[in-house]
T-cell receptor, first 115, second 115 residues
Framework: DQQVKQNSPSLSVQEGRISILNCDYT??????FLWYKKYPAEGPTFLISISSIKDKNEDGRFTVFLNKSAKHLSLHIVPSQPGDSAVYFCAASTYSGAGSYQLTFGKGTKLSVIP | KAGVTQTPRYLIKTRGQQVTLSCSPISGHRSVSWYQQTPGQGLQFLFE???????NKGNFPGRFSGRQFSNSRSEMNVSTLELGDSALYLC??????????????FGDGTRLSIL
Protein backbone atom coordinates (compact mmCIF):
# COMPACT_ATOMS: atom_id res chain seq x y z
CA ASP A 1 0.00 0.00 0.00
CA GLN A 2 1.65 3.17 -1.24
CA GLN A 3 1.02 5.96 1.24
CA VAL A 4 2.78 8.68 -0.76
CA LYS A 5 2.08 8.80 -4.48
CA GLN A 6 3.67 10.79 -7.25
CA ASN A 7 1.53 9.85 -10.20
CA SER A 8 3.62 11.50 -12.88
CA PRO A 9 6.88 9.60 -13.48
CA SER A 10 8.14 12.39 -15.71
CA LEU A 11 7.50 16.01 -16.65
CA SER A 12 8.98 18.21 -19.38
CA VAL A 13 8.85 21.99 -19.15
CA GLN A 14 10.30 24.80 -21.20
CA GLU A 15 12.96 26.96 -19.58
CA GLY A 16 11.42 30.02 -17.95
CA ARG A 17 7.98 28.44 -17.52
CA ILE A 18 6.45 27.06 -14.35
CA SER A 19 7.04 23.46 -13.26
CA ILE A 20 4.36 21.89 -11.07
CA LEU A 21 5.08 18.58 -9.39
CA ASN A 22 2.28 16.83 -7.56
CA CYS A 23 2.10 14.47 -4.63
CA ASP A 24 -0.84 12.72 -2.94
CA TYR A 25 -0.86 10.94 0.39
CA THR A 26 -3.27 8.69 2.22
CA UNK A 27 -2.08 8.67 5.83
CA UNK A 28 -3.70 11.45 7.84
CA UNK A 29 -1.02 11.01 10.54
CA UNK A 30 1.61 12.61 8.33
CA UNK A 31 2.45 15.95 9.92
CA UNK A 32 5.41 17.23 7.97
CA PHE A 33 6.21 17.12 4.27
CA LEU A 34 9.46 17.54 2.40
CA TRP A 35 10.70 17.71 -1.17
CA TYR A 36 14.07 16.32 -2.15
CA LYS A 37 15.91 16.71 -5.43
CA LYS A 38 18.20 13.99 -6.77
CA TYR A 39 20.77 14.21 -9.56
CA PRO A 40 22.17 11.00 -11.10
CA ALA A 41 24.96 9.39 -9.07
CA GLU A 42 24.28 11.70 -6.12
CA GLY A 43 22.21 11.37 -2.99
CA PRO A 44 18.95 13.31 -2.56
CA THR A 45 19.30 16.89 -1.33
CA PHE A 46 16.69 18.68 0.71
CA LEU A 47 14.78 21.36 -1.17
CA ILE A 48 11.85 22.70 0.82
CA SER A 49 9.38 21.55 3.45
CA ILE A 50 6.02 22.40 4.97
CA SER A 51 4.28 21.67 8.22
CA SER A 52 0.77 20.25 8.18
CA ILE A 53 -0.47 23.37 9.99
CA LYS A 54 0.45 25.58 7.03
CA ASP A 55 -0.80 25.69 3.47
CA LYS A 56 2.11 27.39 1.74
CA ASN A 57 5.84 27.77 2.11
CA GLU A 58 8.05 29.73 -0.22
CA ASP A 59 11.82 29.78 -0.74
CA GLY A 60 13.06 31.72 -3.70
CA ARG A 61 11.89 30.07 -6.90
CA PHE A 62 10.36 27.16 -4.99
CA THR A 63 6.92 27.13 -3.38
CA VAL A 64 5.17 24.19 -1.79
CA PHE A 65 1.40 24.15 -1.37
CA LEU A 66 -0.46 21.82 0.96
CA ASN A 67 -4.15 21.00 0.69
CA LYS A 68 -4.80 18.95 3.79
CA SER A 69 -8.43 18.20 3.06
CA ALA A 70 -7.48 16.75 -0.33
CA LYS A 71 -4.31 15.14 1.07
CA HIS A 72 -2.41 16.75 -1.77
CA LEU A 73 0.74 18.81 -2.02
CA SER A 74 2.49 20.39 -4.94
CA LEU A 75 5.87 21.93 -5.65
CA HIS A 76 6.00 24.95 -7.94
CA ILE A 77 9.25 26.05 -9.55
CA VAL A 78 9.16 29.47 -11.15
CA PRO A 79 10.93 30.17 -13.43
CA SER A 80 12.26 26.74 -14.33
CA GLN A 81 15.93 26.49 -15.24
CA PRO A 82 17.89 23.72 -17.02
CA GLY A 83 19.77 23.07 -13.75
CA ASP A 84 16.46 22.08 -12.17
CA SER A 85 16.42 18.93 -14.30
CA ALA A 86 16.49 16.12 -11.75
CA VAL A 87 14.29 13.57 -10.02
CA TYR A 88 12.08 15.12 -7.35
CA PHE A 89 10.90 13.06 -4.40
CA CYS A 90 8.02 13.95 -2.15
CA ALA A 91 8.38 12.69 1.44
CA ALA A 92 6.05 12.66 4.43
CA SER A 93 6.97 12.33 8.07
CA THR A 94 5.16 10.68 10.93
CA TYR A 95 6.11 9.92 14.51
CA SER A 96 6.74 6.22 14.87
CA GLY A 97 7.35 6.03 18.60
CA ALA A 98 10.43 5.84 20.85
CA GLY A 99 11.56 9.27 19.68
CA SER A 100 11.78 8.12 16.07
CA TYR A 101 10.28 9.78 13.01
CA GLN A 102 9.89 7.91 9.76
CA LEU A 103 9.99 9.40 6.28
CA THR A 104 7.84 7.79 3.61
CA PHE A 105 8.87 8.68 0.07
CA GLY A 106 7.03 8.75 -3.21
CA LYS A 107 8.55 7.08 -6.27
CA GLY A 108 9.75 10.36 -7.71
CA THR A 109 9.07 12.55 -10.74
CA LYS A 110 11.78 13.14 -13.31
CA LEU A 111 11.73 16.79 -14.34
CA SER A 112 13.35 17.82 -17.61
CA VAL A 113 13.69 21.54 -18.28
CA ILE A 114 14.21 22.17 -21.97
CA PRO A 115 16.39 25.16 -22.90
CA LYS B 1 31.98 20.64 6.62
CA ALA B 2 32.16 17.08 5.32
CA GLY B 3 28.92 15.49 4.22
CA VAL B 4 27.62 11.99 4.75
CA THR B 5 30.17 9.50 3.46
CA GLN B 6 29.20 6.07 2.26
CA THR B 7 31.65 3.34 1.33
CA PRO B 8 32.10 1.62 -0.95
CA ARG B 9 30.40 3.49 -3.81
CA TYR B 10 29.99 0.37 -5.91
CA LEU B 11 29.90 -3.29 -5.01
CA ILE B 12 29.32 -6.47 -6.96
CA LYS B 13 28.38 -9.66 -5.16
CA THR B 14 26.89 -13.03 -6.05
CA ARG B 15 23.77 -14.67 -4.71
CA GLY B 16 24.17 -16.22 -1.28
CA GLN B 17 27.02 -13.96 -0.20
CA GLN B 18 26.77 -11.33 2.49
CA VAL B 19 27.72 -7.68 2.36
CA THR B 20 28.48 -4.86 4.78
CA LEU B 21 27.99 -1.22 3.85
CA SER B 22 29.38 1.68 5.83
CA CYS B 23 28.10 5.18 6.57
CA SER B 24 29.88 8.04 8.30
CA PRO B 25 27.39 10.75 9.24
CA ILE B 26 28.04 14.46 9.34
CA SER B 27 30.06 15.33 12.44
CA GLY B 28 27.75 15.78 15.40
CA HIS B 29 24.80 14.01 13.82
CA ARG B 30 23.50 11.20 15.99
CA SER B 31 20.53 10.01 13.96
CA VAL B 32 21.30 7.73 11.02
CA SER B 33 18.72 6.21 8.70
CA TRP B 34 19.12 3.73 5.86
CA TYR B 35 17.04 3.48 2.69
CA GLN B 36 16.89 1.15 -0.28
CA GLN B 37 16.18 2.62 -3.70
CA THR B 38 15.25 0.32 -6.57
CA PRO B 39 14.14 1.45 -10.05
CA GLY B 40 10.57 2.66 -9.96
CA GLN B 41 10.18 2.09 -6.22
CA GLY B 42 11.38 5.30 -4.65
CA LEU B 43 13.17 5.16 -1.34
CA GLN B 44 12.13 2.41 1.03
CA PHE B 45 12.94 2.90 4.72
CA LEU B 46 15.17 0.20 6.21
CA PHE B 47 15.99 1.33 9.76
CA GLU B 48 16.93 4.25 11.95
CA UNK B 49 19.59 4.45 14.66
CA UNK B 50 20.11 6.99 17.38
CA UNK B 51 22.82 6.78 20.00
CA UNK B 52 23.68 3.19 19.05
CA UNK B 53 20.05 2.05 19.39
CA UNK B 54 17.82 0.91 16.57
CA UNK B 55 14.60 2.77 17.15
CA ASN B 56 12.64 1.95 14.04
CA LYS B 57 12.70 -0.71 11.35
CA GLY B 58 11.01 -0.85 7.99
CA ASN B 59 9.30 -3.80 6.38
CA PHE B 60 12.36 -5.79 5.30
CA PRO B 61 13.31 -9.40 6.08
CA GLY B 62 15.66 -10.26 8.89
CA ARG B 63 18.50 -10.69 6.39
CA PHE B 64 18.83 -6.91 6.59
CA SER B 65 20.47 -5.72 9.78
CA GLY B 66 22.48 -2.80 11.00
CA ARG B 67 24.28 -1.24 13.88
CA GLN B 68 25.60 2.09 15.04
CA PHE B 69 28.85 2.71 16.85
CA SER B 70 29.63 5.15 19.65
CA ASN B 71 31.04 7.66 17.12
CA SER B 72 27.66 7.52 15.27
CA ARG B 73 29.13 5.69 12.29
CA SER B 74 26.74 3.04 11.07
CA GLU B 75 26.93 -0.19 9.12
CA MET B 76 24.26 -2.23 7.46
CA ASN B 77 24.60 -5.90 6.64
CA VAL B 78 22.69 -8.01 4.18
CA SER B 79 23.12 -11.77 4.45
CA THR B 80 22.27 -14.47 1.93
CA LEU B 81 22.05 -11.99 -0.92
CA GLU B 82 19.28 -12.35 -3.49
CA LEU B 83 19.02 -10.89 -6.99
CA GLY B 84 16.28 -8.56 -5.76
CA ASP B 85 18.70 -6.94 -3.32
CA SER B 86 20.36 -5.14 -6.22
CA ALA B 87 19.73 -1.49 -5.42
CA LEU B 88 21.15 1.83 -4.37
CA TYR B 89 21.51 1.91 -0.59
CA LEU B 90 21.34 5.39 0.88
CA CYS B 91 22.32 6.57 4.31
CA UNK B 92 21.03 9.81 5.81
CA UNK B 93 21.98 11.63 8.98
CA UNK B 94 20.57 14.47 11.04
CA UNK B 95 21.18 16.24 14.33
CA UNK B 96 17.69 15.48 15.48
CA UNK B 97 15.42 12.65 14.40
CA UNK B 98 12.58 15.14 13.92
CA UNK B 99 12.50 16.36 10.30
CA UNK B 100 10.87 19.64 11.26
CA UNK B 101 13.94 20.46 13.33
CA UNK B 102 16.42 19.46 10.69
CA UNK B 103 15.93 17.56 7.44
CA UNK B 104 18.03 14.50 6.78
CA UNK B 105 21.26 14.86 4.80
CA PHE B 106 21.93 12.01 2.41
CA GLY B 107 25.12 10.39 1.25
CA ASP B 108 25.67 9.50 -2.39
CA GLY B 109 24.84 5.87 -1.74
CA THR B 110 26.35 2.46 -2.37
CA ARG B 111 25.30 0.81 -5.62
CA LEU B 112 25.02 -2.93 -4.92
CA SER B 113 24.75 -5.33 -7.84
CA ILE B 114 23.99 -9.00 -7.32
CA LEU B 115 25.02 -11.44 -10.06
Amino acid sequence: DQQVKQNSPSLSVQEGRISILNCDYTNSMFDYFLWYKKYPAEGPTFLISISSIKDKNEDGRFTVFLNKSAKHLSLHIVPSQPGDSAVYFCAASTYSGAGSYQLTFGKGTKLSVIP
Amino acid sequence: KAGVTQTPRYLIKTRGQQVTLSCSPISGHRSVSWYQQTPGQGLQFLFEYFSETQRNKGNFPGRFSGRQFSNSRSEMNVSTLELGDSALYLCASSLSPQPSNQPQHFGDGTRLSIL
